[in-house]
């Protein structure tokens, strides 16, 4: 009789890599496993930081003794790679390929499918999978137009980026507290944490969503958000700032860091219920542009939405998300989920995958 029943599940971030064994969609445990600034900067790509970062997973699984013949299915956080449908995906070749050279951005995403299926090999397993990566893209093509012929992503390699495992678990668990299905309902949902993402769920499709990580929707601890087009051609003209400088103040350098000189969205909190005036204008502008875009998305689907979600990082502020609040509960009933469920998401794909689920091959 097998062994075999756990879910290795693998998600790494900028600074720490979450790992967790599940039984079915019960967590047996999980750990943030924290990589200091001055061990990362050691690695001259992301993609270098692979030994480094599969070693302290097996070493977690280790001490706390799993072996890994009890390991049924590894599953990974997805890369950066070409927009695609959503689904769960088997890592093969050609996704390995396009996340090591981060086609649509460098970042430690692209490792998840990499150390996964790494490591599903090494214990004797065919391949590792990954599930709704935040590229997929469900869009209509009408919806992907931007103004100017140049500026239009090239959609065989270019497409939003979005927290769409987050995002579609959060809708999947509002729609079983109801006993409905997701497929059922239309959803507005705003991920907030390093970035922003907002996105209208329209019966089980994605049909817009801002592309988060470079430069639209609302600004976050980290991005910039839209800003105006007029004004960075000048910065960028400006002969002050090179290409890679411009895209970090986007893409890392934007929102609180640079208004304010911090990423912590509970530190300007903090400080601007302490009476800080700088960090409440930064506040009610965070608010404000996270309404504004909710709002947006209404029309999308006619103003005809069942629900507004709430999640991420940032919605376990209760200031916060009741002034976001009173500026939305005119369109539809708001919900609020603290957190967010990317583990828990990859372990019921892990599941489904075990189940016998077919899965998706990337191509």
């Known amino acids: 009789m097998s062994t075999k029943k756990y879910t290795l599940v693998i998600n790494p971030g900028a600074t720490s890599t979450k790992a967790a064994i599940y039984e079915g969609e019960t967590e047996v445990f999980t750990e943030n496993l924290s990589h200091p600034i001055e061990e990362i900067q050691k690695f001259k790509e992301v993609a270098d930081q692979f030994e480094y970062r599969k070693a302290a997973i097996l070493d977690m699984v280790q001490r ?35 996340c090591h050279a981060g086609i649509q951005g460098k970042h430690a995403c692209n490792l998840g499918a990499l150390i996964s299926d790494a490591i599903a090999r090494e214990i004797g397993l065919e391949c590792a999978y990954i599930a709704d990566p935040g590229i997929v893209d469900e869009r209509p093509e009408y919806a992907k137009i931007s103004g100017h012929p140049v500026f239009d992503l090239d959609p065989s390699r270019e ?73 960075l051609i000048e910065v960028a003209c400006s002969g002050k700032y090179t290409e890679a400088q411009l895209k970090k103040m986007v893409t890392a350098e934007g929102g609180f860091v640079a208004y304010l000189g911090t990423n912590d969205a509970y530190e300007v909190e903090k400080r ?38 709430l999640t991420g990082g940032i919605a376990y ?46 191509k």
Not at 177 to 201: P, R
Request: one cysteine or more; aromatic letters at 6%.
């Open 64 to 98: 706390h003794g799993i072996g890994t013949d009890e390991i049924a299915v590894v599953m990974g956080r997805g890369g950066l790679t070409r927009p695609c449908e959503s689904g769960c995906y088997r890592v093969n070749e050609l996704m390995k390929e396009e």
């Open 159 to 231: 497409g939003v980026i979005w927290h769409c495992l987050n995002q579609k678990m959060t809708a999947k668990l509002y729609a079983r507290e109801l006993g409905k299905h997701y497929e059922d309902l239309n959803l507005i949902i705003a991920h907030m944490g390093g970035g922003v993402s907002v996105g209208i769920h329209n019966h089980g499709r994605v049909v817009e969503v801002n592309r988060a990580l470079c430069g639209l929707g609302p600004f976050s601890p980290t991005r910039c958000g839209s800003i105006n087009a007029s004004k």
């Open 272 to 309: 601007a219920l302490a009476g800080d005036e700088k960090c409440k204008l930064l506040v009610d502008a965070f608010c404000y542009q996270v309404a504004m875009e909710i709002s947006r998305l209404a029309a999308v689907v006619n103003g005809k939405v069942d629900a507004i979600l």
């Open 317 to 362: 502020s209760k200031p916060w998300m009741a002034q976001i609040t009173e500026k939305i509960d005119w369109i539809a009933p708001v919900k609020i989920y603290k957190g967010e469920n990317e583990m828990l998401a990859l372990a019921i794909c892990g599941k489904e995958v075990l189940d016998g689920v077919q899965v998706k091959e990337y």
